[in-house]
């Protein structure tokens, strides 16, 4: 394995088109980037082989939902209150930081600063003398504040209906739950993911795709019975990977530990079997598309970062340090148990309901304490306020039926109280037949970044070595998310070879292959070429050919060749892309 640089990545990701950052004619814009070619190849077969695993084969509904939401979604679900992040103002130069990040790069070792208070990030600033990374002012005693993330903009003409473009991609299948389960029949559990940009207005982008505005979310929220609905461990029980608990955090000794989900599970070190089930499935995903899982690990929030509705929460980490230096982890991804928050929000702000009718296996009967008020007596004796008095005993017969016991019952009204005779409410207790209840289901949300998860995969794939005396440069990247799958070249473009290259080239085309046509330069360097983007395989089409029918086909690791049929190509590539064939067994 080789290292690579960040400035080296982003150097060769720029030269052969996997990204750059957008608008550079411009002077460029912070926290943009478009993906060249190249990465955009590769990003959507990240997104195929996520599509794969989380939807497909989980067997859940895929949905694609707007950008652009009304301003009431993200009043219920807290983003207008509550999607902040630290900002603290250079004095000298007016740039704006991340107050956290200041904390975190200096030498604090204080590695999550997230979760401290503004007022304790003030005091470290102080204590530690931190400056400003653009022109090394000191900032203390400069006011931290808070910062919300989300772009606003308006629905329409003229500005009476706010929008903003969502700093997330679940709240679209949250406010749609009565549809979708009305499409899986009320029947829980279910899943709905989605695959789609999200967009957050970042107060200091850095690290190229790490901490960018805009960005692709791939969002699996499923819906459950917290009661009766358990997920099959075996199918992952078996997984490794690395734990690094809240517990072990907090030690100075304290590192993360290898074992299955399985032992995790069994160890109480993932408490939720939903979490540990989709840390096994994320584990194997990681894998599949090229992460190193010795540079990558599982992280459990600590109780200083865990949302307030949140009972556990993991996070997918991968290392993408620089050589020679210490680890630098970033998150890939989010595990979080929502309970009922998303839907009770929604429930609580909108006009439907967010819940799930549970059919009994057997129908019981149940006492319910009713009111049938007399508004002869109600309308005389309170006035306008008759109609709300009748609605606040409905709610207090539900909520506590003893309070009917005597011979008044009082309630409370916009802040004043109603007493009312109890033979005047009509309060009965009568019993019912059930055949089943409205439950709201909670929420498992396993959320991805496909843009982390695209940058790390090329850092962790990344080699050097030397090959017939001369270095060489490639990406180790899995065949199912390399951009290409083959390149085709002609030993020379002359005699019939361009031409039978070419058709073998459409040939694979057509049988569905991302492939490249090459015939400038030398073999070696057209070999030299496909090796840097990651291209697993090339064929080349020479004399023998035209003779024979045979093509040079190349594995990009090991640089071996062999000859092959080229009526076989086609089904031999798919064998070796599939994993049903080594190169070696050819």
Known sequence: MTSVSAEALVELAKRRGFFLQSADAYGGVSGFYTFGPQGAAMKRNVEETWRDRFAIQEGHMEIDAPTVLPEPVFEASGHLDGFDDMLVECPECGQSHRADHIVEDGETGIEEAESLAPERIEEVVA???LA????????????????NLMFETNIGPGSSSPGYLRPETAQGIF??????????RNQLPFGVTQIGRAYRNEISPRKSLLRVREFTQAELELFVDPEEDEPDLSAVADVTAQFYPAEAQDRADGEPV???????VEDGIVADPWIAYYLGVAAEWYAAIGLDMDRFRFRQHRPGELAHYSEDCWDAEGDVSDPDEDPDWIELGGF??????????????????????KQYDDPVTVEQPTVDPEMGYLGPEFGGAAGDVADALEALAEDDPDAFAGED??????????????EQTGFAIEEVTESGEHIMPHVVEPSLGIDRALYTALDHSY????????????????????PTTVGVFPLMDKDGLGERAREIAAELRADGLAVAYDDSGAIGRRYRRQDEVGTPYCVTVDYDTLEDGTVTIRDRDSTDQTRVAADDLASTIEALVEGDSTFQNL
């Not at 990374?133 to 504040?145: D, K, N, S, V």
């Not at 290898?258 to 995790?264: H, P």
């Not at 080699?463 to 390399?482: I, S």
């Open 258 to 264: 290898e074992m299955t989900i399985g032992e995790a």
């Open 336 to 357: 979080a148990y929502r309970a009922d928050y998303d839907l009770s929000k929604h429930d609580a702000h909108s006009e439907a309901e967010f819940t799930i009718f």
């Open 463 to 482: 080699r050097e070595d030397e090959v017939d005396g001369e270095e060489r440069t490639y990406l180790e990247l899995p065949p199912a998310v390399a």
């Open 175 to 184: 406010i749609e739950f009565p549809q979708f389960a009305e499409y899986a």
């Open 409 to 422: 019952v009082t309630v409370e009204v916009d802040g004043e109280a109603y007493t009312v005779p109890v």
């Open 127 to 129: 204590e530690y003398e």
């Open 132 to 147: 400003c990374p653009t022109c090394g002012t000191g900032l203390a005693g400069q006011a931290i504040e808070q910062f």
